[in-house]
């Protein structure tokens, strides 16, 4: 027979765990919430390439403003000096391969380059393996495979014509240089702290771009109206600051594997995104590539990588 006592011993184990569940319900919302504004950028960055901005300068502009609000943060005292440097390196590299997603949405649907976009895990474990040494297990095999497959389901009615092809092939710098990105941050950047990583990377897209826009003509460079204006605070707040400090917050409180299905939340918002503002059909070539892609990020083991 239950006393008094037992019910509100139950009562007081059972506040920790109600606390605890809000805490990672909330934290997931916030992933989605993170990867729904990364997918949001084509909205941005196919508006401004329209209204004549540069690639370059749209890529720079995104970075811009997170290198500007996280300088604080940025991690140089002793022995941080070597971590920070890669997120600079990192981000730099990320810089200009972000550079061709932006340029490969000028000529090519939106959700032909989402899906080569999503195609980072491949080579996240590509690269894991060439400069870390890190085997990848057969799920991670099977998993890449079907990306791969996706790809070429995604990509192949879209290769028409010499332009359409170029452009592709200049989308896949973004996923290459997000895969090295990710591993760097594993591997590389774990001694300093979440603020301090993102602060790295966009200071060293931030230089890496800037070689790119300094001989840029004005009117490729500054936008011409106020519209236009809106569109780099929008491509800055929305799709870069905002949802990076929200998968830095939440990511830790929900794990890799929780915050991997909820990042998957990227694709279909790219694909609404190309049906709803650009009036681009979502036909089963998509929904077939899509639904492969969201399967190789379910079977993708959750393994954490140790930094060196």
């Known amino acids: 027979m239950r006393t008094r006592h037992d019910a509100e011993d139950g009562r007081c184990r059972g506040a920790p765990a109600f606390a605890a569940n809000l805490q990672s319900a909330i934290a997931t919302c916030a992933s989605v919430l993170a990867a729904v504004g990364f997918g949001l950028v084509p909205i941005f960055a196919k508006n401004l390439t329209d209204a004549g901005i540069a690639a370059q300068a749209v890529a720079f502009y995104r970075y811009l403003l997170v290198a500007i609000v996280l300088l604080p943060f940025l991690s140089i005292g002793q ?12 981000g730099a590299a990320m810089g200009i391969g972000w550079t061709g997603y932006v340029k490969a949405v000028e000529s090519a649907p939106v959700s032909t380059v989402g899906i080569l976009y999503m195609t980072y895990p491949m080579f996240t474990l590509a690269i894991a393996w060439l400069l870390f040494r890190q085997q990848p297990g057969f799920r991670s095999i099977v998993a890449a495979l079907t990306v ?37 941050l594993a591997n590389k950047l774990s001694s300093i702290p979440p603020l301090s990583r993102i602060a790295s990377v966009a200071l060293g897209a931030v230089l890496g771009l800037l070689p790119l826009i300094v001989s840029l003509e004005a009117e490729r460079l500054l936008p011409a109206s106020p519209a236009d204006w809106w569109m780099i605070v929008g491509i800055a707040v929305v799709t870069a600051l905002i949802p990076q400090l929200l998968y830095v917050i939440s990511a830790p409180r929900i794990g890799a594997a929780k915050s991997a299905m909820a990042g998957s939340m990227e694709l279909p918002t790219m694909l609404l995104v190309g049906w709803l503002a650009f009036g681009e059909p979502i036909g089963p070539t998509q929904l077939v590539a899509a639904a492969m892609l969201l399967t190789a990020v379910a079977i993708t083991p959750n393994r954490r990588l140790e930094p060196e």
């Open 148 to 184: 791969l497959t996706a790809a070429v389901v995604a990509t192949t009615p879209a290769l028409t014509g010499n332009e359409r092809i170029s452009a592709l092939l200049i989308a896949l710098t973004a996923p290459v240089t997000f895969g090295f990105a990710i591993n760097v």
């Open 79 to 90: 022995g941080m000096r070597s971590a920070t440097l890669w997120g600079v390196l990192c």
